[in-house]
């Protein structure tokens, strides 16, 4: 079945610095890659949409500039969070799309951010 | 995307069914019942989907109302490791890649010895 790794699982950075995250299609290439974030007891909420080999597009809300996100292959899109500060602490999870798969997406495992 | 209603918990005890339902009465006739599953600090699941048939696979059964204003997602046999937030999600086809998820509350399934 289709496999997504995201990498790191758990991150810990000082405010201000950058923290990249990586997520990767493992048997299959997905054009289309979506970024969420998870604060404790939440729901998802969808981020951006990675498109590969085009900028991504970002939901309402959440800056492009903060969360820079490069999909520059089939198989590999990466979130930097840059200038990270403490309320960007979150779990950040990857999903990816296969245009022939009809049974949904795969999720990666998450990452969890916390900036101290 | 049709917007979904789930009761925010429930309890089930281990080896007994888990039956969990969703309200969608705004689904359109294109749209899909999809659901997924959110165990403590991983990525969501897929479980299974539907459009207006019941669906079994080796998770779980999918009931779809006949007049497809809700759904029940049936665990014939809960065990610990089920203990879950369950979202149950509606829309059109994901045969589009380029269509992301929209997650709602969903809910939190606790299964318990």
Known sequence: GAVVSQHPSRVICKSGTSVKIECRSLDFQATTMFWYRQFPKKSLMLMATSNEGSKATYEQGVEKDKFLINHASLTLSTLTVTSAHPEDSSFYICSAGQGTRDYGYTFGSGTRLTVV | ?113
């Open chain 2, 1 to 113: 995307d049709a917007k979904t209603t789930q009761p925010p918990s429930m309890d089930c005890a281990e080896g007994r069914a888990a039956n969990l339902p969703c309200n969608h009465s705004t689904i359109s006739g294109n749209e899909y019942v999809y659901w997924y599953r959110q165990i403590h600090s991983q990525g969501p699941q897929y479980i299974i989907h539907g459009l207006k048939n019941n669906e079994t696979n080796e998770m779980a059964s999918l009931i779809i109302t006949e007049d497809r204003k809700s759904s029940t997602l049936i665990l014939p046999h809960a065990t610990l490791r089920d203990t879950a937030v369950y979202y149950c999600i509606v829309r059109a086809h994901l045969n589009n890649a380029g269509n992301m998820l929209t997650f709602g509350g969903g809910t939190r399934l606790m299964v318990k010895p």
